[in-house]
Every structure is written in C-alpha cells, then in structure tokens.
C-alpha cells in the first residue's frame, strides 16, 4: 500500500486523539489492551515452540516461523479491519482512534513527567521508584544524575519506537502495517533477549525490530535536532553530536535519538550502566559535556520531545493536504 490520502487523515486522527485522549486506565481496566493481546500470542508461540530439547539452530528457525506467523497475523489482522473501516469519514475517524491506541505520546510524557514530580515531592527515593516503571536498569545504584539521564534516555529511545516508528509503518503500510510493527516491537521485548533461553529463539525478532526501526531512529533524531533551540540548544550541534556519536551506542538505532537528545540539551547521555542481565560498559555520548543531569534537563528533554511530536504532526498534516 502506497501513503494514500485517506491514509495520512488516519495518521493525522491518530495523532490527535492519542495526544488528546491518551490510554485512559478506565477502559483497560475492562478490556484487555491490543498490545497484551499480541503479547498473549507472543508468550504461547514462545511457550510451543521454544523447546530446550532442541538445537539452537532449531530453536532459531522456530523463532524465524514464530515472527512469520506474528506478522502475517498482524497485517490480515489489520488488512480486514481497514477494509471495514475505510468506507467513510466516521470510518476514517474511528480508524485513527484505534491507531492511537498503538502509539504512546501522551502516556510517554506522563511517566516521565512523573520522575520530575518525584525529585520535588519525594527525592531521590521517590525518583528511583518513578523511573523503575520506565527503564529496565536497576535504580538503586543511580545517584540522581543517573535518575535524570535515565529518564532523559527513556524519553528519546521512546519517543522513536513509540511514537515515530509506528506513525511512519501507519503512514506507508497503513493499519496492517501499524499492528505489524507493534508485533515485532512487542516481540523483541519480550524475547528479543541475549540470554540462554531467547538467544536463538529471540534472534529473528531482534533483528527484524532492528530493520523495521531503521528509518523512524534517525527520523526521530532529525526531528529532535530540529527542535532544538526551543530549550535554547542548536541544531547544528545535535546534529553534528547525532552523527558523530548514534553508531557507538550498543543498539544500531537508540542511538540516534539519544544522542541528538544530548547534543540538543549540552549533556552526556548514555555511558556504564547496569541492567538486570549485568553490567553495560558503553561510552557516553556528547562525552565532553556534562554528566551531572538534573531535575531540570527533565523538564527541558520533556520540552523537546512535545515540540517533536508538534512538529511531526504539523508533517504529516501539511502531507494530508498536499497529497
């Protein structure tokens, strides 16, 4: 499917009513969340097809049918529902409502915005817990300028795989290729992992997250950096800090958002961290600057990402119009 008209309305739509609207608790509470669904899918393939009494090249090539079977699902899945749902401009509407669900712009402020609450309300303690609910490293050990930086880092990578990401496979697959890219992104992680149970079985889903996600990292870097002087930072500096830093994170994508995020903001992002599988020894990104992030750079890194998403939505409305 080629970006379509009625497609970018849906993207448009989609946009606004996650902004908007976001994933009021209320009805999750009721019905289970499309992406817990795909989950569900997800943990019963791994749980048939992940056998340990099989060879790692077996247990590979039964990941490799696992994301076939995800994929395949996920797009008639989504073939059918456009199909219904693409016969008039209520049909558009509630389109783009359902699209909104699989995107995260406002919950992704909000759970960051919440680590910044918890500096002023609580400290440091209370800051660890709020940012535990958003990064998979272990809070105890971060002073606050690792509290901040994870939070800051949480924001980027997010904002690319939350928000740009599925916005651009909507955009060009339409709603097939939406719930496609959550199923690979929900699979690589869950099982996309360097362990001994998911290191043959996960490797298929780690790679494909890895392609699918190629064009919207460096998209959401680009958009990052164009926005950069709203915190009073300069463009030409992220980007210069983007391209020079992006390939030295450990992931061929994350780094591209968090390193213009860095450039944008006159921080170091990244460096040694522990995670729960053991301890990452990255080197930072924009290392000459400082690596004492606060509270603040928080509020200014939230900054940035809304007037990202600003300025995506205003791309794609002013595409609507023009296509």
């Known amino acids: 499917m080629l970006i379509s008209d009625d497609t970018l309305l849906v993207v448009v739509a989609a946009i606004v009513f996650d902004a908007v609207i976001g994933d009021p608790d209320w009805v999750w509470r009721r019905v289970p969340h499309p992406v817990v669904w795909i989950g569900n899918a997800i943990g019963f393939l791994e749980r048939t097809l992940n056998r340990t009494d099989w060879s790692p090249q077996q247990r590979k090539i039964a990941g490799i049918g696992t994301v076939i079977l995800l994929v395949t699902g996920a797009g008639i899945v989504g073939f059918f529902l456009e199909r219904i749902l693409r016969q008039s401009w209520y049909g558009i509407a509630a389109e783009g409502c359902l699209a909104s669900v699989l995107l995260a712009q406002r919950s992704l402020y909000q759970h960051v915005a919440r680590v910044r609450v918890a ?22 050990r971060l002073d606050a300028a690792g509290v901040s930086r994870a939070a ?14 599925p916005i651009f496979w909507l955009a060009v697959l339409g ?20 362990s001994a149970r998911y290191e043959s079985f996960g490797w298929a889903a780690a790679r494909l997250d890895d392609v699918v996600n190629l064009i919207p990292a460096r998209l959401s870097g680009l958009l990052i950096a164009l926005v950069a002087p709203i915190v009073h930072g300069s463009m030409a500096t992220s980007c210069k800090v983007m391209l020079g830093d992006a390939p030295k994170h450990r992931s061929p994508n994350a780094g591209w958002p968090e390193s213009a995020m860095a450039g944008a903001l006159g921080i170091a992002l990244a460096g040694p961290r522990r995670y729960a599988e053991g301890e990452v020894n990255d080197p930072f990104l924009n290392a000459e600057a400082r690596k004492d992030a606060t509270p603040d750079d928080i509020g200014h890194a ?22």
């Open 152 to 165: 800051i880092e949480s924001t980027a990578e997010n904002f690319s795989d939350g928000i740009v990401a």
């Open 302 to 323: 939230l900054d940035l990402f809304v007037a990202a998403c600003l300025l995506q939505a205003a791309i794609y409305a002013a595409l609507a119009l023009v296509l």
């Open 175 to 194: 709603l097939p290729g939406l719930i496609a890219y959550k199923a690979v992104n929900t699979a690589d992680s869950m099982i996309g992992h360097r």
């Open 119 to 140: 500096f002023t309300a609580g400290g440091l303690v209370a800051a660890r817990k709020a940012v535990a609910m958003i990064v998979g490293r272990d809070p105890e």
